[in-house]
């Protein structure tokens, strides 16, 4: 350790906030480390420190430029692994990346209704329960989804063309911990291209694309909250995805379904739900929530 980085990583032994002190301690540590490996040179480090900015005057109400920059450099799915690794998820549905289109509340739905609303592409029925890492079924847990639409936009990307609203919705189970919802079958799509993520991956010649995939953030009383996605199983790009999300336990694969719902005898849900239109598909998504007394217990083991 140079006399530098000694007198930055004492500017912080005055926190009273132990974890802050450590983390930035450590942070100094390794920034040091890698300016001193790479001999940075002056142009280099302002190079970056103009990216960085940029990053932040492109983020806005409706596009998070800096998520995307976690994402693509691996850093959000790296913090999700690592709250599996503290036991905030043993047993459950695997984790991956929130995204950057989170942005916007999702308008609260019926059961059984569509969030695509007039959105032109395949129908898809999605259903599945959510139980926690006991086995028990969560009645009332809310479960917020997320899509970009057919055409592979979220509703934040093209505001004066998509409704706010299309391809969202806020579902509550009901008392057996099911739901069920119509939409459309997602397109796979290029992350944001136009700013400074998209610079940095042209400059490395790297792909841009994400399967087709379905945001799922479920949250019930006494547990954990789960962020995930569902990718669809016959999409392009699993193996190249843009921002290293795709995990193998999180790939669905869809079904024919004829008929009404009584075609699908594993799907025990409201018999007076809107019927499945002939010739749609159906996707399972059965959702675990971790116990908060299970994550809890692992990380004062």
Not at 158 to 176: E, I, K, M
Not at 252 to 275: E, F, I, K, N, Y
Request: hydrophobic fraction near 40%.
């Amino acid at each position: 350790m140079d006399d530098l980085e000694r007198q930055v990583r004492a500017s912080f032994d005055r926190s009273g906030n132990d974890r802050f002190r450590m983390l930035m301690q450590s942070l100094t540590a390794h920034l040091h480390a890698f300016l001193w490996e790479n001999d940075v040179t002056i142009e280099e480090w302002y190079a970056g420190v103009d990216f960085l900015t940029r990053t932040g005057r492109t983020c806005s109400e409706t596009r998070q430029e800096f998520v995307l920059l976690s994402d693509v450099l691996g850093a959000s799915m790296l913090v999700e692994v690592l709250a599996e690794g503290r036991g905030e998820g043993v047993g459950a549905t695997e984790r991956t990346v929130l995204g950057p289109f989170h942005m916007t509340t999702s308008p609260e739905r019926e059961l059984g209704s569509s969030i695509a609303g007039d959105a032109a592409g395949e129908r898809l029925l999605v259903y599945g329960r959510v139980s926690d890492t006991a086995g028990g079924a969560l009645p009332s847990a809310t479960v917020d989804v997320w899509q970009a639409n057919g055409e592979g936009y979220y509703d934040v990307q093209l505001p004066d063309v998509v409704p706010q609203g299309s391809g969202r919705g806020l579902f509550t189970t009901n008392s057996a911990g099911w739901f069920y919802f119509e939409t459309v079958v997602p397109a796979p799509y290029p992350i944001p291209s136009d700013g400074p993520v998209g610079e940095l991956l042209a400059a490395a010649s790297r792909p841009v694309y994400r399967p087709a995939h379905i945001h799922f953030q479920v949250s019930a009383a006494g547990c954990r909250e789960l962020t995930t996605h569902i990718f669809l199983a016959d999409s392009p790009h699993l193996d190249s995805d843009a921002v290293f999300a795709v995990r193998p336990g999180l790939v669905r694969q869809r079904q024919a379904v004829d008929g009404d719902r009584g075609d699908l005898a594993d799907l025990v849900v409201d018999p007076d739900g809107p019927p499945v239109p002939s010739g749609a598909e159906a996707l399972r998504v059965d959702l675990v929530l971790a116990l908060d007394a299970q994550a809890t217990s692992r990380r004062s083991a």
